[in-house]
């Protein structure tokens, strides 16, 4: 079973994302290969997270790129707008998925068995919040670990 954590009453999912990227990607240890991380978003929203990633902090660098380019097969931050892009039979990682939108995966016994851990990002926005549920219940009643972090509270 796949471990799938809500991190959910997030105010700006983009700029969260990469904070929650950075520290995934980061946490990688010495001598260990790289944490790899799939990105999950509607069009708009990943054209924006792409432009985010490239300034929102003065210090790090978060190396990324959408998943038809050329070098997706070598970046560790794949940005994609669909679950089941063919491309990402092309990508040899799949360690972790973080989903920035509001659908729910149609095959999810196939994305859980390609990512061993999934993040759903759930904004205070109602639909999103509501979708975010729906998503809950059905990873639930089909089994995975699931953990929520509620981001109100910190």
Same mark, same amino acid.
């Given at each position: 079973?796949? %471990? ?24 990688? =240890?010495?001598?260990?290969?790289? &944490? ?12 924006? +997270?792409?432009? +985010? ?33 063919? *491309? +990402? ?10 989903? +920035?939108?509001? %659908?729910?995966? =149609?095959?999810?016994? *196939?994305?859980?068995? &390609? ?19 729906? %998503? !809950?219940?059905?990873? &639930? ?7 929520? !972090? ?5």
């Amino acid at each position: 079973m796949a %471990r799938i954590d809500f991190h959910s009453n997030v105010s700006d999912k983009l700029e969260y994302a990469c904070r929650l990227t950075r520290k995934i990607w980061s946490a990688t =240890q010495e001598g260990q290969p790289v &944490r790899n991380i799939v990105i999950v978003a509607e069009g708009p929203d990943l054209k924006k +997270l792409n432009e +985010l990633m490239w300034t929102f902090s003065n210090t790090d660098f978060l190396p990324h790129c959408f998943i038809e380019d050329e070098a997706a097969a070598e970046t560790p931050i794949v940005l994609t707008d669909h679950f089941a892009s063919p *491309a +990402l039979n092309s990508i040899p990682h799949a360690d972790v998925m973080i989903h +920035l939108g509001m %659908r729910m995966p =149609q095959d999810v016994p *196939a994305l859980v068995a &390609r990512f061993p851990r999934i993040v759903e990002v759930v904004t205070v926005n109602e639909a999103e919040r509501l979708a975010g549920r729906e %998503r !809950f219940k059905a990873y &639930r009643d089909l089994g995975h670990e699931l953990h929520n !972090f509620d981001q109100s509270k910190s």
